[in-house]
């Protein structure tokens, strides 16, 4: 009926079966930004958020994210995910966050470096939220996967 690989040949959603794939090395980063006031960034800058130390918080939720992804994305594989860094950097504007996540199976990564990225900024603003209601998540993709039958592909490759 498709060639959509998650449906069968009746249209009915399925986990595609990966067990006849090679184990290789693979590897996806993704990134996002979260937009917010001046006050809340001071605060983050300077460790005076109430809630807490934001970035090692937000490292924390990321990492945990990454590791929970096949339970919370339909028709993801659970992953024994080898490692998973989350880098946050201050902007002019706000906070980036940067997600590695790395394997040596038979299936990507990209679902759980994203979910990584999208939960540390999650957390940043449930952090700062006391400050900035008006926090904007957005941005978040990926920038580059690495492994498996496709390859090497990069974000930039793609503009």
């Known amino acids: 009926m498709t060639d959509l690989t998650h449906l069968d040949e009746h249209g009915a959603a ?21 937009r917010m006031n001046a006050a809340a960034r001071a ?12 970035f090692a918080t937000a490292r924390i939720a990321g990492i945990l994210a990454a590791k929970r992804t096949g339970d919370l994305i339909p028709l993801c594989h659970p992953l024994a995910l080898d490692a998973v ?7 002019d504007d706000g906070v980036t966050a940067t997600a590695t996540a790395s394997l040596t199976g038979r299936t990507g990564v990209e679902m759980e470096a994203l979910t ?10 449930d952090m700062a939220k006391a400050i900035d209601k ?7 993709r990926l920038i580059e996967k690495r492994g498996g039958k496709s390859g090497t592909w ?3 490759a793609q503009a």
């Not at 986990?15 to 693979?26: L, P, S």
């Not at 008006?134 to 978040?140: D, E, F, L, P, S």
């Open 14 to 34: 399925r986990m595609v079966d990966v067990g006849g794939k090679a184990e290789t090395a693979r590897v996806a980063i993704a990134s996002g930004h979260i």
């Open 43 to 54: 605060a983050i800058a300077s460790g005076t958020v109430p809630k807490g130390d934001v």
């Open 85 to 91: 860094a989350i880098d946050l950097a201050l902007a």
């Open 116 to 125: 990584a990225v999208s939960i540390a900024l999650l957390t940043i603003y």
């Open 134 to 140: 008006g926090m904007v998540i957005g941005a978040v």
């Open 154 to 156: 990069r974000a930039d």
